[in-house]
Structure formats: structure tokens, C-alpha cells
């Protein structure tokens, strides 16, 4: 049974950082990209960041480019997203993601397994 746990989201104040991390579990993931999206309420989901197989090629959404590092340890099957400068505007639920594939979509539909979130809030 796959499975992907976020962790590291929680509240914290505007200009501040957080890490998040996706532990997969139930198979190897190294052979696939992965991604992180987010959601705020009455919002769609977003990719905000996303990386291909050996970590290579990364992708960022304009609104977090220089502020969040996507990285992966493929040893450990886990995902990294390392988020500073944080804003009001990037509170939302993070989810982590496995592509189809070894290079990564920004959509969603390009992923088949997703974690269960973890709520990130940033106060202003």
C-alpha cells in the first residue's frame, strides 16, 4: 500500500520559514518526480514546486521563486520543501505528489499518488 505523509506545516508569522517533508512509503519513488501543490480555500489546487527523478530539473511557481527549494533524498524516499520568506498569501493546505513519470507536470492530473496535507498559516 503507498503511502505519503506530509509533516512540518503549522503557523507561523510572516517573513518566517518552515520545512515541509513527504515520507513515502510502500514502494521506491526514485524513478519518479514529485511535486509539491497547495490549496487555499475557494482556491485551486497549484503546483508550487516540483522535481524530476535525480533532483536535476526543478520546477517553481512565480509566486515562490527564490523563496522555496524543492529538494528529494531518493535513499530515504522523501520529498523537502524548504520555505522562506514566508507571506500571508502562501497559507494553504501543502500536499506532496508522484508523478506518472520521471519529469514532472504542473498539473495535477499528471500524478498518481497524493499525501493527506498539512496545513501551513502564516500570519501577517
Known amino acids: 500500500q503507498v503511502q505519503l505523509v506530509e509533516s512540518g506545516g503549522g503557523l507561523v508569522q510572516a517573513g518566517g520559514s518552515l520545512r515541509l517533508s513527504c515520507a513515502a512509503s510502500?514502494?521506491?519513488?526514485?524513478?519518479?518526480?514529485m511535486a509539491w501543490f497547495r490549496q487555499a480555500p475557494g482556491k485551486e489546487r497549484e503546483c508550487v514546486a516540483a522535481?524530476?527523478?535525480?533532483?536535476?530539473?526543478?520546477y517553481y511557481a512565480d509566486s515562490v521563486k527564490g523563496r522555496f527549494a524543492i529538494s528529494r533524498d531518493n535513499a530515504k524516499n522523501t520529498v523537502y520543501l524548504q520555505m522562506n520568506r514566508l507571506k500571508p498569501e502562501d497559507t494553504a493546505v501543502y500536499y506532496c505528489?508522484?508523478?506518472?513519470?520521471?519529469?514532472?507536470?504542473?498539473?495535477?492530473?499528471?500524478?498518481?499518488?497524493w499525501g493527506q496535507g498539512t496545513q501551513v498559516t502564516v500570519s501577517s
Open positions: 505528489a508522484v508523478s506518472r513519470g520521471s519529469y514532472y507536470y504542473t498539473d495535477s492530473g499528471g500524478y498518481d499518488y
Open positions: 510502500g514502494r521506491t519513488f526514485s524513478s519518479y518526480a
Open positions: 522535481i524530476n527523478w535525480n533532483g536535476h530539473i526543478t
